[in-house]
Nanobody, 115 residues
Framework: QVQLVEAGGGLVQPGGSLRLSCAAS????????MSWYRQAPGKERELVAR????????NYVDSVKGRFTISRDNDKNTVFLQMNSLKPEDTAVYYC????????WGRGTQVTVSS
């Protein structure tokens, strides 16, 4: 059974940091590109960051470049999103995504940036 379980969301003040994690099981994690998406209320889901299966290459949406870092540990079947200098506009549900020939999704974790 495929599972992607996100953790690490919560309420943080502007300028603060959070580290999201996504634990994968039920498929060969090291063969899949992994991504973080987010969806804010009333908005479409958007790709935030992506990392290749080996971890050699990463991509980010312009709005998070220099603030967010995606990484992965293929030995622990886990992908991370380090989020620094958080802004209110980063408030969203963050979803973990695995992609190769098919896609898998997690259920999401809420991130709220507010004073």
């Amino acid at each position: 059974q495929v599972q992607l379980v996100e953790a690490g969301g919560g309420l943080v003040q502007p300028g603060g940091s959070l580290r999201l994690s996504c634990a994968a099981s039920g498929f060969t994690f090291s063969l899949y590109a992994m991504s973080w998406y987010r969806q804010a209320p009333g908005k479409e889901r958007e790709l935030v960051a992506r990392i290749t299966s080996s971890g050699d290459n990463t991509n980010y949406v312009d709005s998070v470049k220099g603030r967010f870092t995606i990484s992965r540990d293929n030995d622990k079947n886990t992908v991370f999103l380090q989020m620094n200098s958080l802004k209110p506009e980063d408030t969203a549900v963050y979803y973990c995504n695995a992609q190769r020939y098919i896609e898998y999704w997690g259920r999401g974790t809420q991130v709220t940036v507010s004073s």
